[in-house]
């Protein structure tokens, strides 16, 4: 069984900062992507940053320059840094993982992150 353990969500004032941590556990032979998802109610799951294990990242255009994503494979963890961040920020945040070889999809819980105005 894999588990994703999610961390760092909260409330924040906009043009602050929040860091999302995500850590993977169970039966992991490699990494072919971690990454963060969000979600709003009603709405479709989408793309906020996605990085390899090569460290290849990949951004959504809303978050390129505010964010940064980063995989430390040693620990099978995935840090979000959000800065300069903004109200339509606000969501449940996801990580994922894709494991070497089965390629499937895991989730973690979910991860509240909501920014005022």
């Known amino acids: 069984q894999v588990q994703l353990v999610e961390s760092g969500g909260g409330l924040v004032q906009a043009g602050g900062s929040l860091r999302l941590s995500c850590a993977a556990s169970g039966s992991i032979f490699g990494i072919r992507t971690m990454g963060w998802y969000r979600q709003a109610p009603g709405q479709q799951r989408g793309l906020v940053a996605a990085?390899?294990?090569?460290?290849?990242?990949n951004y959504a255009d809303s978050v390129k320059g505010r964010f940064t994503i980063s995989i430390d494979n040693a620990k099978n963890t995935v840090v979000l840094q959000m800065d300069s961040l903004k109200p339509e920020d606000t969501d449940v945040y996801y990580c994922?993982?894709?494991?070497?070889?089965?390629?499937?999809?895991?989730w973690g819980k979910g991860t509240l992150v909501t920014v005022s105005s």
């Open positions: 990085i390899t294990s090569g460290g290849d990242a």
């Open positions: 994922n993982l894709v494991p070497f070889p089965s390629g499937m999809n895991y």
